[in-house]
C-alpha cells in the first residue's frame, strides 16, 4: 500500500518519487490530471493493489500577506465555491474568478468537508508548517490584485493548480485526502509574462517559450529573476518537508486511519 500524490511540474515530482510514494503530473491541464489519476488508481486496482491516500504536493502562490517563498503549508482544500465575483474589496479578472470555482462540500464526502486527523498528522509531521485551506484554480492566479481578491473571498492561505482536481479524485475513490505545499511566490509579488508561460503539457520547462517573452519584454527581468529565485526556495522546502515524512515512514503507513472524521 502505498500513497498517490498529484503535482503540476516534472521537478516536483522528482522530488515526491525520493520518498517512496507515486507522483502524477499534471502539467497545468487540468482534465490531464483526472484522467492520468484515475488511470493510475484503476489500473493498480486491477493487480488487486489499494492506495491509502491522495495527497496533493508541489508549490503554491502565496494568498495570506504573511507567508513568504519557502513556507510550508498543510491543509484541506477550500470547498466553498469563490464568492467575490465583483463584489470585493478589489475587483477580479473573470477568468480567474471562473477558474477557482470548486466543488461544493457535499459532493467531497467524509473527512474532506472538515480538517481531518490526517491534515492534523501532516501539520505536526512537518516542521514549521502553517496550518489553512488551500484554493484550486484552473489557471495560474499571477497578479497581486487577484491574490488579494481572492484572500479576501475565500480566507484560504495559498493556492494552486491541482488540488481541486486531486480532492474530486479521492472523494470519488473514498480515499483520505490532504494538501502539502510550499511557497514559490508571495502574495505581494506579481508573476511576469515569462513565468505564466514557462510550462509545457507534460510538466516540463518550456524554455524556449519563456526566452521568447523575455526577448518581446525584456524589462520583466528583475520578476523573473525573482521568481527564479523564490521558486528554488519553494523547491527545497518540498525536499525538506516531504523528507520529514519520509522519515516517519509516510510510504508504508496506511494513511487511512488518520482520516476517520465524518
Known sequence: MSVLVACGLVREAQIIKRVGVIPCVGGGQAAGLENTLEDIITAFASEGYAFSALLSCGVAGALDPALRAGDVVVGELHTQRFPGEGRGPVEMSNGAADSARLQPPSLLGPGLR?????????????????????????????????????????????????????????????????????????????????????????????????????????????????????????FSALGRALGALEALGIGRLDLRELALDV
Open 114 to 234: 472538515r480538517g481531518s486527523n490526517l491534515v492534523e498528522w501532516l501539520a505536526r509531521a512537518v516542521p514549521g508548517a502553517h496550518r489553512g485551506t488551500i484554493v484550486g484554480a484552473d489557471s495560474i492566479i499571477a497578479s497581486v490584485t487577484e491574490k488579494t481578491a481572492l484572500y479576501a473571498s475565500t480566507g484560504a492561505i495559498a493556492v494552486d493548480m491541482e488540488s481541486h482536481i486531486a480532492a474530486r479524485v479521492a472523494a470519488r475513490h473514498h480515499l483520505p485526502f490532504a494538501i502539502v505545499r510550499t511557497i514559490s511566490d508571495s502574495a505581494d509579488h506579481a508573476l511576469p509574462p515569462a513565468a505564466l508561460v514557462g510550462m509545457k503539457p507534460d510538466g516540463g520547462v518550456a524554455l524556449g517559450a519563456i526566452l521568447a517573452s523575455l526577448a518581446r519584454n525584456p524589462a520583466q527581468l528583475p520578476g523573473l529573476i525573482r521568481t527564479g529565485r523564490d521558486a528554488g526556495a519553494a
